[in-house]
């Protein structure tokens, strides 16, 4: 899988690139690599305050506008309707463009309903071609919908990879024409993931990375990957995937892994959820 196709008929890359935890003065040099060695997506937020810089390695890159797919995100500080129509401004005019291919509402806490109906009025007015949401559980995203009739979702954002492998998620948002996204392919590295046995096994197998086995195995499910890399022969890597399958054994043998726990944050725990939904960004 190349691409996907959204529910509106816009096309986006299976494989980007995520700038989340670059630094600021890394993110122009990173852009540029990454679009050099072959990626046409980019996945920013406005929470990870280097929208400017992507803005100016995409332009430097002498890329035509339209051959880059930018991602960038809403945060919960600005879900009010107000103030989503002016942070949706502030990230185009950090970004440098007049059009973004994809808004996400970065998380499913605070006023998201407020904060979609303003992206609404962005994506009829041209200015943003699709829009979405990320780590919305089946629930508040079905919720979500079923209760803004005008544009539905086109994109869930959500944490997968092969320790919470998202099954039935993955199932739900293909029954409803919603794009299953990635974040975090490799759990951040987490949990000896790079020198899992069952991962290496199958990658020594097919003389690839066990970063190159995971990603096919998300991609042959479907589902989109922005693994992120500070390294250019990563970066190549992480992209180069499409020459070789994964067979139904391997892939059965990767589902073994799955333990549908997030090691990375525990989305049920209150403290969490609350640090997290009222993280401001600005004052
Ligand atoms: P990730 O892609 O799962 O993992 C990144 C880690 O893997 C980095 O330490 C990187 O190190 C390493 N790595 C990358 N390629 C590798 C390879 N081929 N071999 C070995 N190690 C490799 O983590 P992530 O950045 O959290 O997630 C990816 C993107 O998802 C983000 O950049 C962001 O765009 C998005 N995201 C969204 C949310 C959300 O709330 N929606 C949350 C988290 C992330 P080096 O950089 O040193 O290579």
Redesign the pocket.
């Known amino acids: 899988m190349k691409e996907v196709r959204l529910m509106n008929g816009v096309v986006m890359p299976a494989i980007g690139f ?4 670059i630094p600021k003065e890394d993110t122009k040099r990173c852009v540029l690599d990454a679009l050099e060695v072959g990626y046409r997506s980019i ?3 406005a929470a990870y305050f280097n929208e400017r810089e992507v803005g100016e390695a995409i332009r430097e890159s002498g890329l035509p506008r339209e051959s880059v797919f930018v991602t960038t ?1 809403l945060w919960v500080q600005d879900y009010e309707y107000d103030d989503a129509l002016r942070a949706v401004e502030k990230s185009l005019s950090e970004l440098g463009l007049d059009t973004v291919d994809l808004v ?1 509402l ?2 499913p806490y605070g006023n998201y309903y407020a904060a979609w109906r303003a992206l609404e009025r962005f994506y009829k007015e041209g200015r943003i071609r699709a829009i979405g949401v ?2 919305f559980s089946d629930e508040r995203l079905q919720d979500l919908f079923l209760h803004n009739e005008e544009v539905k979702p086109a994109v869930n ?1 959500i ?1 997968t ?1 092969p320790f919470r492998q998202q099954q039935k998620s993955n199932e739900f948002l293909k029954a409803e024409g919603i794009v299953h996204e990635t ?7 987490q949990k000896g993931i ?1 020198t899992n046995p069952v991962l290496v096994r199958i990658a020594q197998a097919h003389g690839k ?4 086995v995971i990603l096919r195995w998300l991609n042959q499910r479907g589902v989109v990957v ?6 250019r022969e ?1 970066m190549a ?2 992209l180069n995937i499409l020459d070789y399958t994964l067979s139904p054994e391997e892939m059965g043998a990767i589902a073994t892994l799955n333990e549908e726990k997030s090691p990375i944050y525990d989305e049920n725990d209150l403290a969490t959820v609350r640090g997290i939904g009222l993280h401001k960004i600005h004052d």
């Open positions: 995520g700038v989340y935890q996945d920013t937020a995100k996400l970065h998380k990320t780590s954002q944490e990879h974040w975090s392919p490799f759990a951040e590295g790079f990375s066990v970063a190159a922005i693994p992120k890399s500070v390294r990563r890597e992480n």
